[in-house]
């Protein structure tokens, strides 16, 4: 069965030190990996999303990258983090080739102070 | 623009009862839909989906309705426990979509 894991599970960080956060994707192969934010009380908001290996689309305009060096393997990144970057980070994946059902990680609670 | 968004933020009910969670959609060209639950502080969880082919989805305890004629989906709880307390979330895509577009989620609270 496939399983994904996100970590760290919670992070707290000043204003402008960087960010790197890491999700992998255990048994399946060439899946879709997506990265949201939530904030408190609301609903997810698309980042990033990779069809493969190196291939990152932006969704909204930020200072958050992504990255995908290996198959299973997505990774959230900022050189100077910012307070409004605070939130519930969600990584999610689906079948490669098809956008339909997304399966989610448990996230990464980012605090920037 | 196309959204997806639901007509009640908050639900709560008794224990034993069944709930009922709405969500409209506007995107005429969607063609699945998901809904997911999300317990607080962790990810959503995938619930059950459907088909814009069929009305009626029936699962463990869950059942989702399509209307396509509205665009109306809802979640159907039956004998609501204090364990499904948690935000629910529709989701859709389509084929002429890349991506899930999800609403803003309905937070349902079971009282015991």
């Known amino acids: 069965s496939q399983t994904i894991h996100q970590w760290p599970a919670t992070l707290v960080q000043p204003v402008g030190s960087p960010l790197s956060l890491e999700c992998t994707v255990e048994g399946t192969s060439n899946p879709n990996l997506y990265w949201y934010r939530q904030a408190a009380g609301r609903g997810l908001q698309l980042l990033f999303y990779?069809?493969?290996?190196?291939?990152i689309s932006s969704e909204v305009p930020q200072n958050l990258s992504a990255s995908r060096p290996q198959d299973r393997q997505f990774i959230l990144s900022s050189k100077k983090l910012l307070l409004s970057d605070s939130g519930f980070y969600l990584c999610?994946?689906?079948?490669?080739?098809?956008?339909?059902?997304?399966?989610f990680g448990p996230g990464t609670r980012l605090l920037v102070l | 623009g196309e959204s997806v968004g639901l007509h009640l933020p908050t639900l709560s009910v008794q224990e034993g009862d069944n709930s009922i969670i709405n969500c409209a959609y506007s995107?005429?060209?969607?063609?699945?839909f998901i809904w997911y639950k999300q317990e607080s502080g962790k990810g959503p969880q995938f619930i059950i989906d459907i088909r814009s082919n069929m009305d009626k989805r029936q699962g463990q305890r869950v059942t989702v309705l399509l209307n396509k004629t509205v665009k109306h989906l809802s979640l159907q709880i039956a004998a609501t426990q204090p364990g499904d307390s948690a935000v629910y979330f529709c989701?859709?895509?389509?084929?002429?979509?890349?991506?899930?577009?999800f609403g803003e989620g309905t937070q349902l609270t079971v009282n015991p």
């Open positions: 989701a859709e895509n389509s084929f002429s979509g890349s991506r899930l577009t």
């Open positions: 999610a994946w689906s079948v490669g080739g098809s956008q339909e059902t997304q399966y």
């Open positions: 995107n005429s060209a969607s063609d699945y």
């Open positions: 990779s069809v493969g290996i190196g291939q």
